[in-house]
């Protein structure tokens, strides 16, 4: 029984020392944070959505604003495509136009290159979903 104890405990111990992935602007300014479980907290950690293991994103409400589909493509709530994000980072529009990209360092930049945030560790859907396309606030 203490062995079982013990092992909860542990457990517990890594699950809520797992590092959020951090979102932070051009200047180096939080923000906001990625927790390990999808959510989506702002910088003052007031959860401001949520992106499902299925790709679903949902607002603070828990109201379907968007879906993550496994080739990349990023989809509104009405199921329209929005844009895809490449295998590389690139990020596209719904007409399959350039607008921006996420390097594998984590910097996010626009459509010319000029940096507008970094997001270390954070997958480069989710990065599009809040810095390009806007489905959080």
Not at 41 to 49: E, L, S, T
Not at 51 to 71: R, T
């Amino acid at each position: 029984m203490k062995r079982i104890v013990l092992l909860w405990v542990l457990l517990w111990a890594v699950l809520l020392t797992v590092p959020a992935q951090v979102l932070k602007d051009a200047s180096y300014r939080l923000m906001g944070r990625v927790e390990a479980n999808g959510v989506v907290k702002d910088a003052n950690y007031r959860m401001i959505g949520k992106i499902e293991s299925d790709g679903s994103i949902k607002n603070a409400n828990y109201w379907l604003v968007g879906k993550i589909m496994p080739d990349g493509t990023i989809k509104d709530s009405s199921y329209r495509m929005i844009g895809k994000v490449e295998k590389d980072g690139t990020v596209k529009d719904s007409s399959y136009r350039f607008i921006g990209k996420v390097k594998d360092d984590g910097t996010v930049v626009d459509q010319s290159y000029r940096m507008i945030g970094h997001a270390k560790g954070v997958p480069a859907t989710y990065v599009a979903v809040i810095y390009f396309f806007k489905l959080l606030p």
